[in-house]
């Protein structure tokens, strides 16, 4: 465990993905490639969400997997720069692009949506996000039921995300595979990490017990900000 406190300034250049990435994400392009991701800190210290996350976990996830990520992306996104003469090669590299990029923003909000107990983690939605949740779901209860459904669902590894449709402003809850990002019409409000490395150490093969402790970690007042 670390016992490092991180900066909480450092947060604002957790949404700087991949170009510009704080409320709309975009797709992998060569358009936005201009120069390379950096893994962000974390506002809080890694063992500051136990016992929901443990500081381990929470330690390989941000300074191994998530880095890897942000390595691998850069690397792709070099090669993808060498081949700007060749769309036979540009479009190879697009998987790399779009898994390791999207493996990159996935994160940043994820740890945007995480918080301490003391700082507010696993208080209850409110204001505006707080009425859609009541609208649609009838209660944060039944949400966090459906999101524990639609977890359990994942065949393999992927994501459950909180989404604001910017079409009819309305809210839903929708599963994405592996690291896709949350893109298009939608944005993403709140996501839960259903690979194995998000819990496997801390919880081996209780994946539901993971997918109910979180909500005591869950930091409603980014998910709030996102839905404005």
Do not use: C
Not at 33 to 58: F, H, Q
Not at 172 to 180: E, I, M, P, S, W
């Amino acid at each position: 465990m670390s016992s490092i406190l991180l900066r909480p300034s450092s947060t604002r250049s957790a949404l700087r993905i991949l170009s510009s990435v704080p409320r709309h994400v975009k797709p992998a392009s060569t358009t936005f490639i201009r120069s390379k991701v950096t893994l962000p800190d974390l506002p809080y210290d890694y063992g500051a969400l136990e016992p929901s996350i443990s500081g381990k976990i929470m330690e390989l996830h941000h300074s191994k997997h998530h880095n890897t990520y942000v390595t691998s992306y850069n690397a792709a996104a070099e090669k993808l720069a060498a081949a700007s003469d060749s769309p036979a090669a540009q479009i190879a590299l697009q998987p790399l692009i779009n898994f390791h990029g999207g493996g990159h923003i996935n994160h940043s909000l994820f740890w945007e949506n995480l918080a301490p107990k003391s700082a507010g983690g696993g208080e209850p939605p409110s204001g505006k996000l707080a009425e859609a949740i009541q609208q649609t779901y009838g209660s944060v209860e039944a949400l966090q039921k459906l999101f524990g459904q639609k977890l359990a669902g994942i065949q393999g590894s992927g994501w459950a995300w909180l989404v604001k449709d910017t079409e009819t402003g309305g809210i839903g809850v929708k599963t994405y595979a592996n690291q896709d990002p949350v893109v298009g019409q939608f944005v993403p409000l709140l996501g839960i990490d259903a690979w194995e490395h998000a819990y496997y150490l801390q919880y081996e093969n209780r994946k539901a017990e993971y997918f109910s402790a979180i909500w005591d970690v869950i930091n409603w007042k980014a998910a709030e900000k996102r839905f404005e």
